[in-house]
């Protein structure tokens, strides 16, 4: 399995749910640990850098288990199918600084993206 370690980095061998409530603090911290002794033994799969600006927010489509999108804090889109770089496509340019991506999904089909930028405004994009 692979899973966006950061937001540059996928890494290989690691399975772990990254969403859900942390019912105490207990629970939290050995779910810490687990990570940190999984880290450990994962290896660095695939890297690449789209933006001078660091990155804000990485979303999965649900249509491709290659494919995702990256948000720029400079509000640069980029979608990125790691198994085919031709399929790899700069989907929106941003406004520069104070445009940042403040989050982002991709609707169930994975054919629209929605962004929602600095500026308060959500907008939808075709990704197909």
Known sequence: KQITLSTNFICTGLMLSCSGRHDSKLNRKREESLLIEQLR??????????????????VWSPASRTCLAVGSHGGDVMLWDYANAARSAHLVHGCGKGGAINDMRFASDGGTLYAVGHDGHCRAHDVE
């Open 41 to 58: 033994d994962s290896t660095l799969f695939k890297c690449c850098r789209f933006f001078e600006r660091r990155v804000e927010r990485v």
